[in-house]
């Protein structure tokens, strides 16, 4: 030690050894408090803003403060997904509901605990040049829109049965074409932009941004935004849902609860703090700067949001509006066979309960 120079006063030394060890032990009980939390693996049928209350409640770690961690990951299709679920791989699929419909009538055994979208939220885009070849706009009549898919020689889907594929069937048969002559090729959900951007299909429907991106890029033009209520029967019903095993939900009620509510919490802060909600969607990984401009999420963001429900619990009504989708499409051939929309046969509110 330097001549002249003492030790620091032990006043002084034996504070700030306590404040360290008290800041160690905060922290090392913060990690295992972080590590003892029980784990769940959630997958999406797709990364479109349909999922929004996914990404905000994953961003805003709601699942943390519901007691569980969540571990998120996309599957490139509802099929995979709820497959996912019925293999056990994963704990939760957010699929849309007409989905857990078809998987039902095949076997698998699919419960929806939650529902955080409330509107068919599809935007329906085809190669600029189709639209500018028949003459057709946003503001033409819905039904010679709709007459354009007719005429598409392929139309790209995520997955077979799924919705992106349902909803030409159901709307073609609308205007009196033939569901079956349309022709689908399936791509997952990140590769139907791409797809049509390079001229390798004709159209595509996917939940915002994808088909937005396309027009933005001078490539696609969208012809119907579904979120925008034109056809009613397509409005007011569970359309993106959370589903499990009814196995699993019986033996983790608890698990089941904190997803099903951190979900709904993220929903329903899109009408408690709609700025906050808008930030956190912003940061989250699928929907920063880096992937979409400000333009393409401005847009896609204010198309979603309204669809978005208060809280995330059902109703029979709608779950019948989600089994008249079903028939309409095609996925019900047999409208006898129609299961029940009472709770407990699709879908129960027992886990989400009611927001607060």
Request: aromatic share 8%.
């Amino acid at each position: 030690m330097p001549k002249g120079a003492s030790f620091p006063s032990s006043r002084i030394i034996r504070p700030v050894i306590l404040t360290a060890f008290i800041l160690v032990f905060s922290l090392g009980g913060q990690a295992r408090a972080q590590k003892e939390l029980p784990e769940v693996i959630i997958a999406t049928a797709v990364s479109t803003l349909a999922f929004a209350a996914v990404w905000v409640a994953e961003q805003l770690k709601y699942f943390e403060q519901e007691g569980v961690r969540a571990k998120i990951t996309v599957a490139g299709g509802g099929s995979p997904c709820q497959a996912a679920v019925v293999g056990r791989s994963v704990n939760f699929c957010a699929s849309s509901s007409e989905g857990l419909i078809l998987a039902r009538l095949e076997g698998a055994p699919l419960m929806a605990i939650q529902a955080h979208n409330r509107t068919l939220t599809l935007s329906l885009v085809v190669r600029k040049e189709i639209a500018e070849k028949f003459k057709v706009t946003r503001e033409s009549p819905l039904n010679d829109r709709i007459k354009v898919f007719t005429q598409l020689k392929t139309i790209g889907a995520t997955s077979p049965g799924a919705v992106s594929e349902q909803i030409f069937k159901f709307l073609v048969k609308k205007v009196g074409g033939n569901p079956e002559k349309l022709k689908f090729v399936y791509l997952g959900g990140t590769e139907l932009a791409p797809a049509l951007m390079n001229n390798i299909i004709d159209g595509f429907g996917q939940s915002p941004p994808g088909a937005e991106t396309t027009e933005a890029a001078g490539k696609g033009y969208v012809l119907i935004s579904l979120s925008q209520g034109e056809i009613p029967e397509l409005t007011d019903y569970p359309y993106e849902v959370l589903m499990a095993r009814p196995d699993f939900v019986d033996k983790n009620p608890k698990l089941a609860t904190a997803v099903a509510r951190a979900i709904s919490r993220g929903g329903a802060l899109f009408h408690s703090n709609p700025q906050e909600a808008r930030a956190a969607l912003r940061a989250h990984r699928f929907s920063n700067p880096q992937r979409l401009t400000d333009e393409v999420f401005d847009l896609s963001s204010s198309l979603v949001k309204e669809a978005i429900p208060k809280w995330g619990d059902m109703t029979e009504e709608g779950w019948q509006r989600v089994l008249n989708f079903s028939i309409g499409a095609g996925i019900l051939k047999d409208p006898s066979k129609a299961p029940s929309a009472k709770e407990g046969v699709l879908w129960t509110n027992k886990y989400v309960g009611k927001g607060p």
